[in-house]
Nanobody
């Protein structure tokens, strides 16, 4: 089953930056609209922002101005660039899609990755 794959997490000091990547697990799948989510320890998963296939982005207020979502359609990659990181940004970061383009048509579903851990130290 096709899923998404996140990468790029790690340990960073407060005020630092980190860029996460999201790609499909199969080479025949192409990304449509993608959203990024975060699950902090002991909390529910929360939406951070999304990017449409056309590159239009939206962000929640808590990350607006610090996080930037971008995409490289040629290489089927979506990125989450995070700057001015705070300890409260610590959590597991996931990308999500409601559909993937496969074999010439959209395949609807709820596609998630395994997540990538981001830890921001104070």
């Amino acid at each position: 089953q096709v899923q998404l794959m996140e990468s790029g997490g790690g340990l960073v000091q407060a005020g630092g930056s980190l860029t996460l990547s999201c790609e499909p697990s199969a080479s025949f799948a192409a990304l449509n609209d993608i959203s990024w989510h975060r699950q902090a320890p002991g909390k529910q998963r929360e939406l951070l922002g999304n990017i449409t296939n056309a590159g239009i982005t939206n962000y929640v207020d808590s990350v607006k101005g610090r996080f930037t979502i971008s995409r490289d359609n040629a290489n089927q990659m979506v990125y989450l660039q995070m700057t001015s990181l705070k300890p409260e940004d610590t959590g597991v970061y996931y990308c999500n899609a409601n559909s993937l383009r496969m074999f010439g048509r959209d395949s609807n579903g709820d596609y998630w990755g395994q997540g990538t851990q981001v830890t921001v130290s104070s």
